[in-house]
């Protein structure tokens, strides 16, 4: 249990409850240049913003987002304030964002496709790419399952809640096997729990995600299926309508998602220092920081057509599976007028 020290400091020292959000404290004045165009009905309302006065409150999922921001220093130097709030999972992110507490929210694709379909006011205004192989289901060194067809009748708990992209991963491989989700026992538990739970062998299987995921396998936990081939690699950041409909807050927003993109391109450039920043940041050995950045958020960049359509596939098999409680239309809930070219 010792192993899992840092992650449980991490959760008590940075993980930010709704209930806490209002009272977040400052990580400082950082602000943004607001050069940048808005959309055509915002732009004559942004011109007279006093960005001194605007705060964004950034979610983020286990400092993930914020490590690159911090480590590249692209936030410096600028007039309005910022705010960050982590969680260990998009679903009390989420929770966050529909409260009104977060203004923004960066997510896999299948978690946004479930706050959206529970009606969070959101939508998407940059798509962030990885390798689909930082989701995987998990099994015990010593377990008896060789391979996902092994999997039926078992129980497999999923990080960190319904409409997870470990949910997607588990759906499809499963069919992949010739079986569904009807042939399993599917628990839903927060990835901090399951964590400590899986390193003590009180779960078999566990279908999660990184850092979790590349913590679990470093420790012992033995890779069953990966998601190359299966899930789309593809995330989002989302902004909350309210943020939007804010001429102050939509300025800063077109201005730090560009900023953001631009500590992603900082992070390729510098691997090596990055991940000793990452280190010392979340304190994890090397090896297991060197596998999360390897396979994680490689490119932030503006939302295509191409993004738009291989995430409606995703969600009308969530649709058909049950997991959504209504059907979403993808293309209606983006907004590409944040994220115009750089």
Known sequence: MQK???LREFVRQNIVQRSLLLGIASIGSIAILAGCESADQTTAKTESVDLSK????LGDQAGMTKAKVEASKVLEGTPYKVRWASFQGAAPLFEAVKAGSVDTAPAGDTPVLAAAASDVPIKII????SSPEAVGILVQQGSSIKKVEDLKGKTVVVSSAKGSIAQYLLIEALKEAGLSTKDVNVKFVLPTDAAAAFQAGEIEVWATFDPYLAIAEKNGGRLLRSGKDINTGLGFITASDAALQDPG????????IKRISKAWEWENKHKKEYIN??????KLPKDVSETINGRVNAEVRAVTDQDITAVQKVADVFMDEGVLAKPVKVAKIVDKDIFKNK
Not at 54 to 57: G, I, M, N, R, S
Not at 126 to 129: D, K, Y
Not at 277 to 282: E, G, L, N, P, Q
């Open 54 to 57: 605007v705060t964004l409150v």
């Open 126 to 129: 940059a798509t962030s790419v």
């Open 277 to 282: 920043i990452y280190s010392d940041i979340t």
């Open 4 to 6: 899992l020290h840092w």
């Open 249 to 256: 807050k939509r300025a800063a927003l077109e201005d730090v």
